[in-house]
């Protein structure tokens, strides 16, 4: 019988699926619980703005027509939202698939790609499956990107590096000065990553990133999975120089962006007023979750996304009594973090609900 590990590609021996937060429904399953609350992928707890659930309707009627692979109609409405040419847009399937696509383009084996330890798993799982070297920084005193270890990590075979701002799962920030300081020292072929899926919780505090930031290989990823509430949609898109997307645009599967999803990004950026309002909702339920966990003792730092972190010493045991209780967090063991949850913020009821429970199941821990 062939053992098919043998004829796998090295790297494959050192890759694992990604573990998504577990399903509502999983849970159910497992403990036969009749209702469960999900806080555990930092999804958008009002749902979707009802135009782009209208417009994703609409878009079913016609699914036996294949996608605009270009996907034309979108590119336009990102490139006029951000005051660009639409050559400097790049759709994807999620961010993931579009930053899985920028490694894949740039880095190789015998080249280095740079990222936190506890920065997003996908630059580790995306850098290994490329055959590059993985260059691990540590985080700095605040728990977020060390930019000066970063820099200091550079080398000449360095091709890619990840920064994610704010970052998931530390929730931390960086300034546009910080990062531009960075940029300033960072060679000009070397392709750098700014992953800012969380960008809306933050627009009005950080400011525009794609008008203020500068370097030939500066790639800006988001995406329209949290504020726009399009998770199950799976779309996002980077911003960069137009000469770096034409050659990742090379690696893009055809039709990698569905009908469905297409429709629904455009409508979801023009519904600039349903967002706005989500996000406010969002900012003021984490300062009530992180002022409750502060009062038990619990709030590992404050978090600039749509999550709050919970430290406990009992972290997994206590996880474990939630989900008894129907309420699923995300352990952060394998980000090197194993006294920490990260959990989203849900709605008010939710949140409301989650609090409740967690009183009650950590008093003896």
């Known amino acids: 019988m062939t053992d098919w590990s043998d ?38 707890a009002d749902g979707m703005p009802p135009a782009a659930l209208h417009a994703m309707q609409r878009a079913c009627c016609e699914l036996n027509r294949y996608p605009d692979g270009d996907a034309r109609a979108l590119k336009e409405a990102l490139a006029d939202y951000h005051g660009c040419g639409i ?11 579009v930053l899985e696509l920028l490694i894949r383009c740039f880095a190789g084996v015998g080249d280095e790609v740079i990222y936190s330890r506890r920065g997003f798993v996908v630059y580790a799982l995306a850098t290994t499956a490329a055959g590059a070297q993985a260059v691990v920084t540590e985080e700095d005193a605040s728990m977020g ?18 920064i994610a701002n704010p970052n998931n799962p530390t929730g931390t920030l960086l300034s546009l000065s910080q990062l531009q300081a960075f940029l300033d020292q960072v060679p000009p072929d070397v392709v750098v990553i700014l992953d800012e899926a969380y960008h809306e919780y933050v627009r009005h505090q950080l400011g525009d990133t794609l008008t203020v930031l500068h370097h030939p290989g500066l790639v800006v990823t988001r995406t329209f999975s949290k504020a726009y509430g399009l998770a199950g949609a799976r ?7 137009a000469r770096l997307l034409a050659c990742v645009n090379r690696f893009r599967e055809p039709f990698n962006v569905n009908s469905i999803a297409q429709a629904g990004a455009i409508a979801a950026l ?9 996000v406010q909702r969002t900012l003021a339920e984490r300062q009530r979750l992180e002022a409750a966990l502060a009062k038990q003792h619990m709030l590992a730092w404050p978090s600039h996304g749509n999550f709050v972190l919970l430290r406990h010493h ?16 995300r352990p952060q063991a394998a980000c090197h973090m194993p006294d920490i949850l990260r959990v989203s913020v849900g709605s008010k009821t939710e949140n409301t609900h989650f ?11």
């Open 270 to 278: 023009q519904s600039s007023a349903w967002v706005e309002a989500h």
């Open 314 to 329: 009992q972290a997994l045991t206590l996880h474990a009594r939630l989900e008894q209780h129907g309420i699923i967090t």
């Open 7 to 44: 004829r796998c590609v090295p790297q494959a021996a050192r890759l694992h699926p990604y573990i998504p937060g577990k399903p509502v429904s999983q849970l159910l399953r497992e403990t036969g619980l009749t209702e469960a609350v999900k806080l555990a992928s930092n999804e958008n």
């Open 235 to 241: 779309i996002g898109y980077a911003v960069a120089d």
């Open 145 to 162: 990107h060390d930019l000066a270890a970063m820099q200091a990590a550079i080398t000449p075979r360095t091709k890619v590096i990840c």
């Open 355 to 365: 609090l409740e429970v967690l009183a009650a199941v950590s008093g003896d821990l």
């Open 87 to 97: 050559e400097h847009i790049l759709p994807g399937n999620g961010s993931n698939e």
